[in-house]
Nanobody, 124 residues
Framework: QVELVESGGGSVQAGGSVRLSCIGSGRALVHTVMAWFRQGPGKEREFVAAIDWNSNPYYSEAVKGRFAISRDNTKNTMYLQMNSLKTEDTAVYFC??????????????????WGRGTLVTVSS
């Protein structure tokens, strides 16, 4: 089993920055794929970014060039640096892990472990 806990959410003005963290426990996450998803008000959960076991990043078009995903396997932790935030980035951000690590997926159903989420609110 893997337990994931997100932190770092909060309120920020448009154009600002926020850094999210996701700490895992229960097993080492070094050979897994880790990802961030988000769910805005009245919207479905959507893929934001993922990072594979070699720290190769993958981004949705909506955040490419503004967000940066990274991981520190020594700390079992993943990060999401969010810059140039827009009001449409307002959402609950979820950390997810695919323990198989065989491929990088962008659909929520392919991730077996989830955190409870952290809210990011971007105001104009």
């Amino acid at each position: 089993q893997v337990e994931l806990v997100e932190s770092g959410g909060g309120s920020v003005q448009a154009g600002g920055s926020v850094r999210l963290s996701c700490i895992g426990s229960g097993r080492a996450l070094v050979h897994t794929v880790m990802a961030w998803f988000r769910q805005g008000p009245g919207k479905e959960r959507e893929f934001v970014a993922a990072i594979d076991w070699n720290s190769n990043p993958y981004y949705s078009e909506a955040v490419k060039g503004r967000f940066a995903i990274s991981r520190d396997n020594t700390k079992n932790t993943m990060y999401l640096q969010m810059n140039s935030l827009k009001t449409e980035d307002t959402a609950v951000y979820f950390c997810a892990v695919d323990a198989s690590g065989v491929a990088v997926y962008t659909t929520a159903k392919d991730y077996g472990f989830w955190g409870r989420g952290t809210l990011v609110t971007v105001s104009s």
